[in-house]
């Protein structure tokens, strides 16, 4: 047979949902056999949902993943299956299972074991030790997991070169961050030519706390050329057509291979099964989004998935009329539906009307509730009753954090007494800087702009006003300084630096981790300013680590890629 079938099924899955998981690849391997299937791939770690993290430490939770395979096993009569689960033996190990024809046959245990951003596969798993090739109908083809392709020796080389394996199967869990889809799809076709073989890269897709699955799922052939892709952030099932009699011709002509050391690869032989006729199938290849646009999906399903994942329904949001707050209620009217999306008004003594106007505006525009709870009455309060301790001193952050911490108690309560999850509005610069109140903007379940910088903030901003039949958010909270309004004619850039600025400075330290010397010398800016913005990233530490989760979009989000102590004493 020189024409295989190949289908993909990028699915959504969900941590510890064993049950709910093996449905959707029941329903896959159905569709699978609709269309005529020869070979189905499911992402990493299909079973369990990824990452598992402490759970592989639950024997029940790998006894039921165990019992899972076994079930699916049986589906699989008439087609063969690469499904992702946590195999055990004496230890465990992030694996693949081969199902075929009815039959479990075969297992493939990951070998190289990420353990650095937000891996921590060394906690759980022992690496594989073997690298098996599988035969079918008198075709060889290889199986890996995720970080098995990116070494250019990795197993899926050994595959090719040494097993004559045509295809590359790689299950995978590849999370997202800003411009990963580019690199690593550069990366597929790079082992696609090096190795003269046709790459099939399943990916998963989906919100798993700060994480974000971009799906994407290709099938890139010998030649490097893309011949399937799959949605991004969206659940996808791909089919398409693979000539494998074109990876021989395309070997005729390599002679690397001739000179290659020769290794005796352990090879699983694959029962035969009849090719019933099979009508013809179109190979869809979505086209990768624009940059902001790939941003905003990101943050949407991230916080799609938080919510719904975590058995909420509603969102609540406090609206100040600042770009921030603005831009987190345009996500979640958009993630899950305005009519799950409440917005909040809470007015004090310095909130400008422009910004009572716009945020009701706002929520307008969107179709969202809008509720009004002034914070006055309780200020008030809570001034009064502090007079005496707050005597022969001047107003200060003090009497700002109360006002915070005001709304952060409003916002509570409605979620307390209605079941909405709360969504913070508070942004990577803000975050780095200190600049939030805990237990009041910061109070909340989760962050959706967490590791949003400002300026990407406006600009993600202009793009969703570009979107839809009108813009949404209104001008002013572009245009206008951002403020606080804890005070009187309060700015931004009363406590911090311009955002221009002090955004390139966190790029540089937090992102990029670049000392105070380098910053200095690349950005051309003054040594005080910039160990100023150095020392408040530092101090602020134990503020982040108090604070709700959030999407990551970036390589260096704080939380699980960036661990700090707390308490330190090095300075740049």
């Known amino acids: 047979?020189?024409?295989?079938?190949?289908?993909?099924?990028?699915?959504?899955?969900?941590?510890?949902?064993?049950?709910?998981?093996?449905?959707?690849?029941?329903?896959?391997?159905?569709?699978?056999?609709?269309?005529?299937?020869?070979?189905?791939?499911?992402?990493?770690?299909?079973?369990?949902?990824?990452?598992?993290?402490?759970?592989?430490?639950?024997?029940?939770?790998?006894?039921?993943?165990?019992?899972?395979?076994?079930?699916?096993?049986?589906?699989?009569?008439?087609?063969?299956?690469?499904?992702?689960?946590?195999?055990?033996?004496?230890?465990?190990?992030?694996?693949?299972?081969i199902l075929h024809n009815g039959a479990w046959v075969s297992t493939y245990r990951k070998q190289y074991l990420p353990n650095y951003a937000v891996f921590d596969e060394d906690r759980y798993f022992r690496r594989g030790e073997q690298t098996p090739i599988f035969k079918r109908d008198g075709i060889a083809f290889g199986v890996s997991i995720c970080e098995d392709i990116w070494y250019p020796a990795g197993p899926p080389e050994l595959q090719a070169l040494q097993g004559g394996a045509r295809l590359l199967i790689n299950i995978s869990a590849s999370p997202y961050h800003v411009g990963k889809g580019v690199t690593r799809e550069h990366l597929l076709s790079t082992r696609a030519t090096d190795n003269a073989a046709v790459v099939v890269f399943c990916n998963l897709v989906g919100g798993q706390d700060e994480l974000v699955f971009d799906g994407s799922s290709v099938i890139i052939n010998e030649r490097g050329e893309v011949i399937a892709r799959g949605a991004p952030f969206a659940p996808d099932f791909i089919v398409a057509d693979v000539d494998v009699g074109s990876v021989f011709r395309r070997r005729l002509h390599d002679p690397r291979r001739r000179k290659a050391i020769q290794e005796v690869l352990p090879v699983v032989a694959l029962s035969f099964i009849p090719v019933p006729d099979k009508l013809p199938v179109e190979s869809h290849i979505?086209?990768?989004?624009?940059?902001?646009?790939?941003?905003?999906?990101?943050?949407?399903?991230?916080?799609?998935?938080?919510?719904?994942?975590?058995?909420?329904?509603?969102?609540?949001?406090?609206?100040?009329?600042?770009?921030?707050?603005?831009?987190?209620?345009?996500?979640?009217?958009?993630?899950?539906?305005?009519?799950?999306?409440?917005?909040v008004l809470m007015p004090s003594r310095y909130t400008s009307d422009m910004s009572n106007e716009d945020a009701v505006l706002l929520t307008q525009n969107l179709g969202i509730r809008c509720l009004c709870i002034p914070i006055e009455p309780v200020f008030e309060a809570y001034l009064d009753v502090l007079a005496e301790s707050f005597a022969d001193t001047q107003p200060g952050v003090a009497e700002e954090n109360v006002q915070a911490r005001i709304r952060g108690n409003y916002l509570m309560a409605l979620s307390n007494k209605f079941g909405w999850l709360v969504l913070t509005t508070g942004n990577k610069s803000e975050m780095s800087m200190g600049y939030a109140t805990l237990y009041g903007d910061m109070a909340g379940g989760y962050a959706v702009i967490k590791d949003v910088l400002k300026t990407l903030v406006y600009d993600l901003s202009c793009w969703r006003n570009t979107q839809g039949e009108f813009p949404v958010i209104p001008e002013r909270c572009i245009t206008r300084p951002p403020s606080a309004e804890l005070r009187p004619n309060q700015k931004d850039t009363d406590s911090l630096p311009p955002y221009e600025t002090l955004d390139a400075i966190l790029r540089a330290y937090v992102e990029d981790d670049q000392s105070l010397e380098e910053i200095v010398e690349d950005l051309d800016l003054p040594e005080n300013l910039v160990r100023r913005v150095v020392r408040a990233v530092d101090c602020n530490e134990y503020k982040r680590r108090q604070s709700p989760p959030g999407v990551r979009i970036t390589d260096r989000a704080f939380g699980k890629d960036r661990r700090l102590p707390i308490t330190q004493r090095f300075t740049q």
């Open 1 to 97: 047979m020189k024409r295989w079938r190949i289908a993909m099924a990028q699915l959504n899955t969900v941590v510890g949902d064993i049950e709910g998981n093996v449905c959707k690849i029941k329903e896959s391997i159905r569709r699978a056999k609709d269309v005529g299937t020869d070979l189905l791939v499911f992402p990493e770690l299909t079973v369990t949902g990824y990452p598992p993290e402490d759970l592989l430490l639950k024997p029940t939770f790998l006894q039921a993943n165990h019992a899972a395979i076994v079930s699916l096993a049986r589906e699989t009569e008439g087609l063969t299956a690469v499904v992702g689960f946590a195999d055990v033996d004496e230890d465990v190990y992030n694996a693949a299972a």
């Open 286 to 343: 979505f086209a990768p989004p624009a940059h902001l646009e790939e941003i905003y999906n990101a943050l949407v399903l991230g916080t799609r998935d938080y919510v719904r994942k975590n058995g909420f329904e509603k969102a609540v949001i406090g609206l100040s009329g600042g770009i921030d707050s603005t831009l987190v209620a345009c996500i979640a009217a958009d993630a899950l539906g305005a009519e799950n999306v409440v917005g």
